[in-house]
């Protein structure tokens, strides 16, 4: 049992029962501001995080000598964040990264999911929010082809079986006119209706794309369509939403956190059908740890800036 920090003579103060070091995962409930200006990462690769609460992930201006921050530059634009932050972005490159939002996940005739239902609205607003800063929205989607069908892995497809049903798993035929399950091309696998709309008005004018995924995850493994999708477009940071928080949102988030993007959660465009610990736990670990928490309002406010 720790009984506090051992002082110069061996003998355990008993002032403190905190450990020496701590982290953000081992008990931060916010990370607490910096105390002087901070460059983190490389020469080519950096963030700069001022004392203010301010950082800036343009990745355009090293720590100044002074230490002062930089005047906005033309085209970049702030966004506040939780924790008393702001973070600076540059739209060309960020990409607003939305998962799942399709009906087979929450169409009411194919499953009760009101809370990612109340998740329409805040990308309703969000989208055109950040459209209009020359963010480009992906919309990552369960797209399977046939030969796909052949390769996946024998955990997945339990996953997506119902054996205690007369419903089959990936591929198979879903009532009425749904289609095949989470194929390409069919009515299950299309965007909830008024975000279909959206993304069908966005792709028209040359600014949304549609990228398929074939896993939990949207960039899994060695090479992924999202993450060529990415890489093709320079882009370094994404904000982040939709369902499920705690699989294939979290699977998304926690991927493109290990190659290097810049995280950030988009929280009321996010929801999960898990217990309530599923939510907060990946509410927590994106602010604490893996980047950045926001929501829909705080992005249209700072839209219109």
């Known amino acids: ?17 905190a450990p020496i070091h701590d982290t953000p995962i081992l008990g931060f409930k916010t990370r607490p501001h910096v105390q002087s200006a901070q460059e983190w990462g490389n020469p080519s690769n950096f963030w700069v995080e001022y004392p203010s609460g301010l950082v800036d992930l343009t990745r355009t201006t090293h720590l100044p000598a002074d230490a002062n921050e930089p005047e906005l530059k033309s085209g970049q634009f702030d966004l506040p964040v939780d924790g008393d932050r702001v973070i600076r972005l540059d739209p060309a490159k960020t990409a607003y990264v939305i998962v799942d939002m399709q009906n087979f996940f929450l169409h009411p005739d194919l499953r009760a999911h009101p809370k990612g239902l109340a998740c329409v609205d805040p990308l309703l607003t969000s989208v055109p929010a950040l459209r209009s800063q020359g963010v480009t929205p992906l919309w990552v989607n369960w797209g399977l082809t046939p030969s796909e069908l052949q390769t996946l892995p024998p955990s997945l497809l339990r996953g997506f079986s119902r054996p205690d049903t007369s419903r089959s798993g ?13 194929m390409r091309g069919e009515k299950n696998s299309e965007l909830y209706g008024p975000l279909q709309v959206l993304y069908e008005e966005g792709a028209k004018e040359g600014k949304d794309q549609w990228v398929h995924k074939n896993r939990m995850s949207g960039i899994w493994g060695g090479q992924s369509a999202l993450d060529l999708v990415l890489k093709e477009m320079g882009i370094t940071t994404l904000l982040v939403a939709g369902v499920n928080a705690d699989q294939c949102v979290l699977g998304t988030m926690i991927d493109a956190y290990y190659l290097g993007y810049d995280i950030v959660l988009v929280s009321d465009a996010t929801a999960t ?10 509410v927590y670990n994106a602010g604490g740890s893996y980047g950045f928490v926001t929501d829909s309002e705080r992005i249209v406010a700072a839209a219109k800036a």
């Open 273 to 282: 059908t898990s217990p309530e610990g599923g939510m907060e736990n990946v």
């Open 170 to 182: 990936f591929g198979g035929t879903m009532p009425g006119d749904w289609g095949k399950l989470l």
């Open 1 to 17: 049992m720790f009984m506090g920090v051992p002082t110069m003579g061996g003998q355990a103060s008993s002032e403190s029962t």
